[in-house]
């Protein structure tokens, strides 16, 4: 079993919809979550971390299920701008591992 | 504030060729470093991480190797590529204790 799981995709949604990505992870020790953007033959950035509490950031929502060790990233209103690759990554090994999903590929369409 | 380099940007390197890619870091003490390897269409494999000068942990054996000469520098080399090592190469760091990682711009490898 992979470390890290997720969908790849492609989710196509129309411009405005509403769409969710999950995470499941294997490692019970993982520390922290995070939720990645990579632009096509681009280096992924930080999009936001997942707090154990759930956490928003504007159109964005993260949350985290230690017990069924999961995680979550909903999109709402989607824009154009939002098409790309969403990786699920979580640090382990007393803070030193970066460990990536292999990614879900979202194209929003007008 | 912190900056990443990673170079260069694309190679294409014959088959049975060394390879040597370099990243440095500007701007922070002793960050963690990493190299992934991401093959096309394909998610980020973790390659090499580093804690500190000439420390490397590596996560997949094959015919790569990394070395940290010094704090900020991080090299990935090769002494004969293999078809398989194409791909889309990545450095990263992070602030020892810190979550967040950064990463240069990737260099597209291409083995022929």
């Known amino acids: 079993r992979k470390e890290v799981e997720q969908d790849p995709g492609p989710f196509n949604v129309p411009e405005g919809a509403t769409v969710a990505f999950n995470c499941t992870y294997s490692n019970s020790a993982s520390q922290s979550f995070f939720w990645y953007r990579q632009d096509c033959r681009k280096e992924p950035k930080l999009l936001m971390s997942?707090?154990?509490s759930g956490n928003e950031d504007g159109r964005f929502t993260a949350q985290l299920n230690r017990a069924s060790q999961y995680i979550s990233l909903l999109i709402r209103d989607s824009k154009l701008s939002d098409s790309a690759t969403y990786l699920c990554?979580?640090?382990?090994?007393?803070?030193?591992?970066?460990?990536f999903g292999g990614g879900t590929r979202l194209m929003v369409k007008p | 504030s912190q900056t990443i380099h990673q170079w260069p940007a694309t190679l294409v390197q014959p088959v049975g060729s060394p390879l040597s890619l370099e990243c440095t870091v500007e701007?922070?003490?002793?960050?963690?470093l990493y190299w992934y390897r991401q093959a096309a269409g394909r998610g980020l494999q973790l390659l090499f991480y580093s804690v500190g000068i000439g420390q490397i942990s590596s996560e997949v054996p094959q015919n790569l190797s990394a070395s940290r000469p010094q704090d900020r520098q991080f090299i990935l080399s090769s002494k004969k590529l293999l078809l398989s090592d194409s791909g889309f190469y990545l450095c990263?760091?992070?602030?020892?204790?810190?979550?967040?990682?950064?990463f240069g711009q990737g260099t597209r490898l291409t083995v022929v």
């Open positions: 997942v707090y154990s």
């Open positions: 701007g922070t003490s002793n960050p963690n």
């Open positions: 990554v979580l640090l382990s090994n007393a803070g030193n591992m970066l460990t």
């Open positions: 990263a760091w992070k602030l020892a204790g810190g979550t967040e990682a950064f």
